[in-house]
């Protein structure tokens, strides 16, 4: 894995909303005395959101002092864990998956679509709406290769659906999740409904 290393334009401060101040101590609550650091993950998450997909250094200190943590700690586990992103994102971030199953079903074509439609690795288009990263194995090897878009899988995918995909949602449509082949779920290649 890389070094993992903040970005260097910072926001001065960070603190949670009300809403996420009442979230998190009900996630706080659900470890036992004395293990109230084992929250340390969801916090961040929840931070990340908050930020709008990034996890700046206030939020991570922020979260520090919530569970009575050195801040040292927090980063650690911030840059250990690659679902926290050290640096702005677009709205959409693009997780590309680029180990050996995707890699073998064509996650390079998928690359070459994200350097074209989007930038280098930890750019945000010009418009501000992706940014991406390559991924190791987000789970769904079945149905290589595939991406993640903030919350949603987008499977068996070509460079003409990941560009169709990246437009629908320039254009503020819903693409389909799932397969894009028109396969049901990962049932094998070629199987039509009966």
Not at 3 to 12: F, M, W, Y
Not at 18 to 36: L, S
Not at 152 to 172: I, P, Q, W
Request: glycine residues 8%; charged residues 20%.
């Amino acid at each position: 894995m890389s070094v993992r290393r903040l970005h260097n334009a910072q926001p001065e401060a960070f603190a949670f909303t009300d809403d996420n101040k009442v979230w998190a101590q009900t996630q706080i609550a659900k470890y036992p005395e004395g293990r109230q650091a084992s929250a340390v993950i969801p916090l961040l998450w929840q931070a990340q959101k908050q930020m709008g997909g990034w996890l700046p250094e206030p939020a991570m200190r922020h979260v520090a002092d919530i569970l009575d943590m050195p801040y040292i700690r927090v980063l650690e586990v911030a840059s250990f864990y690659t679902m926290f992103q050290l640096a702005p994102v677009g709205e959409y971030l693009v997780q590309l998956c680029g180990t050996t199953p995707c890699w073998l079903r064509g996650a390079d074509d998928l690359k070459a679509v994200c350097k074209d439609e989007i930038g280098g690795v930890g750019d945000i288009s010009a418009d501000g709406k992706f940014s991406w990263v390559e991924v190791e194995c987000l789970g769904a090897c079945v149905n290589a290769p595939m991406v993640q878009i903030n919350d949603d899988f987008y499977e068996d995918l070509d460079a003409t659906s990941l560009r169709a995909v990246l437009e629908s949602l320039r254009t503020g449509q819903t693409p389909k999740t799932g397969p894009q082949s028109g396969r049901q779920s990962s049932e094998p290649s070629g199987v039509k409904d009966a």
